[in-house]
């Protein structure tokens, strides 16, 4: 078997979705035999008092490094301060995060015949091929999302100079891994037409723990605990973010207020909580409730006590990322309404599956006659939420992923 170096932006403990995601994926990989070890930072997106606690971190190098033990994955994390809004901030953790993995990982890793990065930031696969070169070990670029083209899309970057830089950088990171794989073939054809060659790309989507997330009682401890028993909940949980239109759920939510014991209820964090914030300060919402991040262990009955599930993107940005909440929605059987360009995979999923609604993104209307149809249908959202959970099950479950990364690996390294 191989010797595998995850090289990840984030990790256990910390408890961001795609924290999970790679947690869960080293763990398959170590029961099918391979030697797994992490270099990552300290939880810094989603911090969980609870995982924390199980899973300590014992300081190093004065603070800048510190070790942790993942049910036997031996993990080094690079110390970077909790993530803020500002993404000049940010970009400075970033490059922080980069130096001291790149120090622990000549001085503090042992062999490896495998580096798997997973983006973002781009950045990574620099650092992939880099101590790659130091210990002749091939690098897999994973991509959960394609830059620059998402910040562009945004109108994060307009720069023309800098956007030429990222692009060039792209095309380094993409011409140095021996491998790029990518979430979903949508993904593939766009990187095919940036040049990448197709015998260089290999489709593994990212999955969801079936055993972790399954239909659970509408009425639990959560339920109870928000008022929620008697409602109509339409819930989001996850990044706020840039690439989410939340401005389209507070106007659809404006839009049917006149609808009795309908709740938009959103759980999470991140940089434009703040904005959401001021906007409910702004103006009464009497229909929205936002809660702040909540613990892994309640995720399952959050999902639960919701009755439709919310994937609200803007335009344009479902080129460029693949929201894999989607799989956690059909994992809990329940229906979705995405807000997703018409020829992405997002609204390609939500229609071979049958689970729900794929709407326009960016249109109040068109999210609030989606929400108005689920909130009249009730009886039809069984129905649609198996048809979700029984697609996840045969497409995305943990154990099957990983079983291709396994065979990536073997192939790789033989």
Not at 196 to 212: A, G, M, S, Y
């Given at each position: 078997?191989a010797?595998?170096?995850l090289?990840?932006?984030v990790?256990a403990?910390?408890?961001?979705s795609t ?7 080293a ?6 035999g391979?030697?797994?070890?992490v270099?990552?930072?300290?939880p ?9 606690q199980?899973?300590?971190?014992a300081?190093r190098?004065?603070?800048?490094l510190?070790?942790s033990?993942?049910q ?13 809004s ?5 970009a400075v953790?970033y490059?922080?995060?980069h130096?001291?993995s ?11 015949d495998?580096?798997?990065?997973p983006s973002?930031?781009?950045t990574i696969g620099?650092?992939?091929?880099a ?5 002749r ?7 959960q ?9 945004l ?13 060039w950088?792209?095309?380094f ?30 489709v ?7 055993e972790f997330?399954q239909p ?19 819930f989001?949980?996850g990044?706020?973010?840039l ?16 609808l009795?014991?309908?709740r938009f ?6 940089a ?11 103006e009464a919402?009497?229909?929205v ?14 999902y ?6 919310l994937?609200p ?10 929201p894999?909440k989607?799989?956690?929605i059909?994992?809990a059987?329940r229906?979705v309404?995405a807000?997703?360009d018409?020829?992405?995979e ?8 049958q ?6 993104p960016d249109?109040?209307a068109?999210l609030a ?5 689920a909130?009249t ?5 069984s129905?649609l ?7 996840v ?7 099957a992923?990983a ?6 690996i ?5």
């Amino acid at each position: 078997m191989a010797k595998v170096l995850l090289l990840t932006l984030v990790f256990a403990p910390d408890g961001v979705s795609t924290a999970i995601l790679f947690t869960e994926l080293a763990q398959e990989l170590r029961s099918l035999g391979h030697d797994v070890s992490v270099l990552t930072t300290t939880p810094h997106y989603n911090v969980d008092p609870d995982a924390r606690q199980r899973q300590p971190l014992a300081r190093r190098w004065g603070g800048l490094l510190f070790e942790s033990d993942c049910q036997g994955i031996p993990v080094l994390h690079a110390a970077i301060p909790t993530k803020g809004s500002r993404v000049a901030a940010r970009a400075v953790d970033y490059l922080r995060f980069h130096a001291i993995s790149m120090a622990a990982g000549l001085l503090k890793t042992s062999d490896f015949d495998l580096i798997l990065a997973p983006s973002p930031p781009l950045t990574i696969g620099v650092n992939a091929w880099a101590l790659g070169l130091g210990r002749r070990a091939p690098f897999v670029y994973n991509v959960q999302e394609i830059y620059p083209d998402v910040a562009v899309s945004l109108g994060m970057l307009k720069n023309p100079t800098i956007i030429r830089g990222l692009q060039w950088l792209e095309r380094f990171v993409y011409g140095r891994a021996r491998m790029v794989t990518v979430i979903s073939e949508w993904f593939r054809r766009r990187l095919i037409h940036k040049g990448v060659p197709p015998e260089k790309l290999r489709v593994i989507p990212n999955f969801v723990d079936t055993e972790f997330m399954q239909p659970g009682l509408r009425q639990n401890p959560f339920s109870q605990r928000h008022g929620l028993d008697r409602e109509f909940v339409v819930f989001y949980a996850g990044n706020i973010g840039l690439t989410q239109g939340f401005e389209t759920v507070l106007a659809a939510a404006r839009q049917l207020r006149h609808l009795q014991g309908l709740r938009f209820l959103i759980v999470g964090d991140g940089a434009r909580r703040g904005w959401l914030e001021e906007e409910l300060r702004r103006e009464a919402h009497p229909n929205v409730t936002l809660l702040p991040y909540q613990p892994r262990s309640s995720v399952p009955h959050m999902y639960a006590s919701s009755d439709v599930c919310l994937v609200p993107l803007k335009r344009g940005t479902a080129q460029e990322t693949f929201p894999s909440k989607i799989y956690t929605i059909m994992a809990a059987g329940r229906p979705v309404i995405a807000s997703a360009d018409p020829d992405s995979e997002l609204a390609w999923v939500v229609g071979e599956a049958q689970c729900g609604w794929a709407v326009p993104p960016d249109d109040p209307a068109a999210l609030a006659a989606a929400v108005s149809a689920a909130y009249t249908e009730r009886e039809s959202l069984s129905q649609l939420g198996a048809c979700g959970r029984r697609y996840v099950v045969n497409h995305h479950s943990r154990a099957a992923v990983a079983r291709q990364y396994d065979s990536l690996i073997r192939e790789l390294t033989s």
